[in-house]
């Protein structure tokens, strides 16, 4: 399978600033990447993703980044708001078939008003 | 959200029961898998389905069975629930032909007492 590492496990932010999560993977074939945010009691909904043929992607406030050489992938929200507040997952597909996503184990994102 | 529906979405049950879960959805996709969600782990794939009566295992199969008898339809079996079985257990749906978004249920949360 996929091996998906993500830092930090929580991160506290200040209303306004800039959030960074970052994301490294292990098979270099992997060419799908989403982020999903779960805000807490619900379920987790797709945010933005990338393929590995781009190297970012912006949705209004939101930006992925991706690295294919080194294998990592980043999350940047600017500036945050309370509604930021949530549980941020990465992924990646695992490359040989079925469409399957391991995830990172997550970070809890505070915004602090 | 899309059309999937988690049933139960909440059991507790005794050590050593049989536990049916149900994932039903209405978009007609190919893809349909089964997750754990755990503290510090993130979403771990359990099973999952890429069509009718064919189903594989992910990375946390250990002591759970799936069927899927129709394509709207995914079941998960815990045999004999153990106690590490309590978590909250998500559904997850994908169209596949190079779409490797996947969206989630609702969740179920199981306490195995």
């Known amino acids: 399978g996929e091996n998906v590492e993500q830092h930090p496990s929580t991160l506290s932010v200040q209303e306004g600033d800039s959030a960074v999560i970052k994301c490294t993977y292990s098979?270099?074939?992997?060419?799908?990447f989403p982020w999903y945010k779960q805000e807490l009691g619900k379920r987790p909904q797709l945010i933005i993703d990338?393929?590995?043929?781009?190297g970012e992607k912006k949705d209004q406030r939101i930006a992925v980044t991706l690295n294919k050489t080194a294998k990592h992938f980043s999350l940047h929200i600017t500036e945050t708001q309370p509604e930021d507040s949530a549980v941020y997952f990465c992924?990646?597909?695992?490359?040989?078939?079925?469409?399957?996503?391991?995830f990172g184990a997550g970070t809890t994102v505070t915004v602090r008003a | 959200d899309a059309g999937i529906t988690q049933s139960p979405r909440h059991k507790v049950t005794e050590t050593g029961t049989p536990v049916t879960l149900r994932c039903h959805q209405t978009?007609?996709?190919?893809?349909m898998y089964w997750y754990r969600q755990d503290p510090g782990h993130g979403l771990r794939l359990i099973h999952y389905?890429?069509?009718?009566?064919?189903?594989d295992k992910g990375e946390v199969s250990d002591g759970y069975s799936v069927s899927r008898s129709k394509t709207e339809d995914f079941l998960l079996t815990l045999e004999s629930a153990t106690s590490s079985q309590t978590s909250v257990y998500f559904c997850?749906?994908?169209?596949?032909?190079?779409?490797?978004?996947?969206?989630f249920g609702a969740g179920t949360r199981l306490s195995v007492l």
């Open positions: 098979d270099s074939a992997s060419n799908y």
């Open positions: 997850a749906i994908s169209e596949g032909g190079g779409s490797n978004i996947q969206y």
């Open positions: 978009e007609n996709h190919r893809y």
């Open positions: 389905s890429y069509g009718v009566k064919d189903t």
């Open positions: 990338i393929r590995s043929n781009v």
């Open positions: 992924a990646a597909v695992w490359p040989r078939g079925d469409y399957k996503l391991s």
